[in-house]
């Protein structure tokens, strides 16, 4: 019997650069896939339907909701996004390891349904690198610049509960890092 592919599973702050560091790594490694989600969102330009996302209605999507066909989903920025159950089991089941790039409350999610994938949380520099930068641009107002802080100091809660984070300070070392956690599997 074939052996069964691995689950890992990618969550980070927003605006973390968790997509760049995903694009590195998987030109990388090209036999690792990624999961394409569903979303209601609309398509950005460039984006295609089938290689981004599954641009879906709400209505659709309200309707795999009810028939319990997500693995997780999850409402951000007031758009609705998921992952199929079906798809994840299959391409598992194929001996394909398999990367669900999600926000945290689906990735929260997956934790209850595969606790021995892995799950990895991309974080920004440290909280004083980030007060720095956001003074030094000089544009945030002391509530925005309080906002943001205290936005990725809970994050920084949440990231606990994931076996493993990554700083995103240097895109390379970050590479680095991700590739040495696939390659202990
Ligand atoms: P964007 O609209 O910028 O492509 O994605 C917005 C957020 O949705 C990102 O944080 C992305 O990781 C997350 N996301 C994308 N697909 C899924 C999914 O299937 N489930 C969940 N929970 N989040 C997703």
Redesign the pocket.
């Known amino acids: 019997m074939k052996k069964n592919g691995k689950l890992f599973v990618?969550?980070?702050s927003?605006g973390v650069g968790?997509?760049t560091l995903l694009k590195l790594f998987l030109q990388k490694n090209p036999q690792i896939k990624l999961?394409i989600?569903?979303?209601t969102?609309s398509p950005?330009p460039g984006e295609i339907d089938g290689i981004?996302?599954f641009f879906t209605s709400k209505e659709d999507f309200q309707l795999a909701v009810k028939n319990n066909e997500?693995l997780?989903?999850?409402e951000?920025?007031g758009?609705y996004?998921?992952?199929k159950a079906s798809y994840v089991e299959k391409t598992l089941a194929e001996g394909h390891h398999l990367i669900?790039?999600?926000?945290?409350?689906?990735?929260l999610?997956v934790m209850e349904k595969f606790p021995n994938a892995e799950f990895i949380f991309i974080l920004p520099p440290s909280l004083q690198d980030l007060e720095a930068r956001l003074r030094g641009r000089g544009t945030e107002t002391e509530d925005a610049i309080q906002k943001r802080l205290s936005a990725v100091k809970s994050e920084l809660e949440v990231s606990k509960k994931f076996t493993h984070r990554i700083i995103n300070d240097n895109i390379e070392i970050a590479v680095d890092e991700l590739q040495k956690i696939f390659d202990k599997e």
Do not use: H, M
């Not at 669900?100 to 990735?107: D, M, N, R, S, V």
């Open positions: 990618i969550a980070g927003s968790k997509g999961s989600s569903y979303t969102r950005r981004n996302y997500f997780e989903w999850a951000f920025s758009n996004y998921g992952t669900l790039e999600i926000e945290t409350q689906g990735a999610q």
